[in-house]
Structures are given as C-alpha cells and as structure tokens.
C-alpha cells in the first residue's frame, strides 16, 4: 500500500491541494478574525494555529474516507502529513504574494463564471441561485467571505499553470516508455505532471529565500 501511495504521488500531491482549497467551503468557513498565534510567517503573511488544524483535520478525513481502516498511524507517520499540509499552506501563501507582485488577477467576469460552473450548487445541470445562498448559510460562510476565497483559489490556479508552463517533454523523457499512443500520452501527461510540481515547488523555495520566513513546528508536533 505504501509504496504505491509513493509511487504516485502526484496524485496525493493533487489531493492536498484540493483538500486546503476545498476546506474554506465545507469546514467551518474562513478566519475573519485570525488567531494571534502563528505556525509560519511568510513576509507579512501568517498561516495561523488554527488555520493549520482545520486543514489538517479535513486532510486526516479526505484520507479516512479513501482508505477506510487502512489509513492508520503508521499510513500517516510514512506521509508526513503534518509537515506536508504546513508545506502545502505556506506555498499558498508565496504563490499569492509572488502573483501580488506580477499583478495577476482574477476577473469579476472569471470569478462569476467559476461559481456558476460550480456543480455544488447547480441543480439539473443549472446554477440556481437559491441553492448557492443556502449552501453558503448552512457553512456560515457570507457571499463576500466565500468569494474572496474563491478568487484566491482562482490565482493560485493561474499562478501554478503559469509556473508548469515552462517545463516540456522531451525525448529523453521517455525512454523505456511503449504502448500504443494512448499509453504514451498518458505518460507524457505523468511527466508533465511531475515536472510541473517540482518547478513549483523550486519556483516558491527560490521566493522564500528573499523573504522573512519563520516555522514554529512546536504548535504542530
């Protein structure tokens, strides 16, 4: 089971990222008024005590439904998955203030169209208006802390495809790769997939190197 969790990491690399964003929906809404204490400060952002849990929690709960009485201790332990949702906040945070910085934004129009588009509050295949209002009230979420946070997840999307938009594929790559066209394809699009993922991931270390950065793991252990 373990290794090939390993194996494919990607696939948990993308999990984590769907859980944080999805955890300002369906926790218990966003901090509007952040705690004073802080696990990591990137710049003048924070990542607070209990922002970290509340991820961490809806992580721990992604991982329960999927493996059932598999994900135990040890599951857990081998995944890091204290450090790796910490890690996967503070990216967050760098991949925001770089887009800050290069001024990318997320359109009203795009915005609008995101949440329209959004089957959670669709019915029959159409966004209903009364469906998006209800949701929102039974998560405690107000329509301007829900957007807000939507369209912060809207440009860390644009910040991601724009960072994995520099690698390629190239010969070399695929080396020992055979099959049929739709095998290799599937395994350009893994190789795309990591490289992309490790070019983020140099792309937010490089930030941090010029930014005030501090980690308390103590609050976390």
Do not use: C
């Not at 952002?45 to 999927?66: G, H, K, L």
């Not at 990216?91 to 990318?104: D, Q, T």
């Amino acid at each position: 089971m373990l290794k090939t969790m390993r194996k494919h990491a990607k696939f948990f690399y993308f999990l984590f990222f769907i859980v944080i964003l999805s955890f300002i929906f369906w926790g218990v809404g966003t901090l509007d008024k952040p705690t004073a204490v802080s696990v990591a400060e990137i710049g003048k952002e924070r990542v607070t005590v209990e922002e970290y849990w509340r991820a961490y929690e809806n992580v721990r709960q992604q991982f329960r439904d999927i493996y059932k009485e598999k994900f135990d201790a040890e599951m857990e332990k081998s995944l890091k998955l204290k450090e790796t949702v910490l890690n996967s906040l503070i990216e967050e945070r760098v991949l925001l203030i770089s887009a800050a910085e290069l001024g990318i934004k997320v359109t009203d129009k795009e915005l609008q169209d995101a949440i329209v588009n959004d089957p959670r509050f669709m019915r029959d295949g159409i966004f209903r208006k009364d469906v998006y209002f209800r949701t929102l009230d039974l998560n405690r979420l107000t329509p301007e802390m829900f957007e807000n946070s939507m369209r912060q997840q809207l440009t860390l999307l644009k910040m991601r495809r724009l960072i994995a938009s520099a690698v390629d594929v190239n010969p070399l790559d695929l080396r020992g790769v055979s099959g049929d066209e739709k095998k290799i394809n599937e395994a350009k699009q893994a190789i795309l997939a990591d490289k992309g993922n490790a070019a983020i991931k140099s792309y937010v270390d490089g930030v941090k190197q010029r930014m005030k950065f501090k980690v308390n793991m103590d609050l976390i252990s």
